[in-house]
């Protein structure tokens, strides 16, 4: 399985980015997509998560109501839409799935995604 994330780069505050995550190789259909972030000398961050038959999606405190999950099945294709970014958004994104659906209690934690794509960098100056 390999998960391409791309759509990162450098804006200004307020300003919006659209991240998109293509996944190859089986789909996460019955499991779990999910977007986490790092920014240097702090740990992973859970960013907000989609799941198999579940009509809810699921954020970071840090980010509800600027940033928007969605999916699209048919392209395997998991999209972070980020409104209003903040300096403090500023990290490296990366995009996680799970082929087995994650129990609710696990998914926010970096542990529940056994795959993992490369990232792509968002920069957002004050």
């Known amino acids: 399985v390999q998960l391409q994330a791309s759509g990162g780069g450098l804006v200004q505050a307020g300003e919006s980015l659209r991240l998109s995550c293509a996944a190859s190789?089986?789909?996460?259909?019955?499991?779990?997509m999910a977007w986490f972030r790092q920014a240097p000398g702090k740990e992973r961050e859970f960013v907000t998560a989609i799941r198999y038959g579940d009509t809810n999606t699921y954020y970071g405190d840090s980010v509800k109501g600027r940033f928007t999950i969605s999916r699209d099945s048919a392209k395997n294709t998991v999209y972070l839409q980020m409104n209003g970014l903040k300096p403090e958004d500023t990290a490296h994104y990366y995009c996680?799935?799970?082929?087995?659906?994650?129990?609710?209690?696990?998914?926010?934690?970096?542990?529940?995604?056994?795959?993992w794509g490369q990232g792509t960098q968002v920069t957002v100056s004050s």
């Open positions: 996680a799935g799970a082929i087995n659906r994650p129990i609710l209690s696990n998914l926010r934690e970096p542990t529940a995604y056994r795959h």
């Open positions: 190789g089986p789909t996460f259909s019955r499991g779990a």
